[in-house]
């Protein structure tokens, strides 16, 4: 009698306990996740920014060295001059 009691307690009451404590580690383990890759999404977002302006940079440089380049020397050294003075010190 006292081992059925035993297995009946283990079964009513052991397995219910057991399965909540891993459920609440699984919703904690879950919730971490969901942090990680907000985490990671604004991460990529800010890069993704960052590299967007650098490509901007990059693209209004080779437009002014273009416009350099098909100009016929008038006024280039001016020109040269004014975007040295203009250029962002990084």
């Known amino acids: 009698m006292p081992t059925s009691v035993l297995i009946f ?15 609440a580690a699984f919703e904690r383990w879950l919730k971490h996740k969901e ?12 890069k993704a920014a960052q590299y ?3 490509t901007e940079r990059l693209e ?3 437009r002014v060295l273009e416009r ?3 100009d016929k020397g008038l006024d280039l ?14």
Do not use: Y
């Open 35 to 46: 942090k990680m890759t907000a985490a990671l999404n604004a991460q990529t977002a800010e």
């Open 9 to 23: 307690f283990m079964i009513v009451v052991g397995i219910p306990v057991i399965g909540g404590i891993g459920f």
């Open 52 to 54: 967007a302006a650098h």
């Open 77 to 90: 050294s001016d020109e040269i001059e004014r975007l040295r003075d203009e250029r962002p010190v990084n």
């Open 60 to 62: 209004q440089r080779v």
């Open 68 to 70: 350099i380049a098909t």
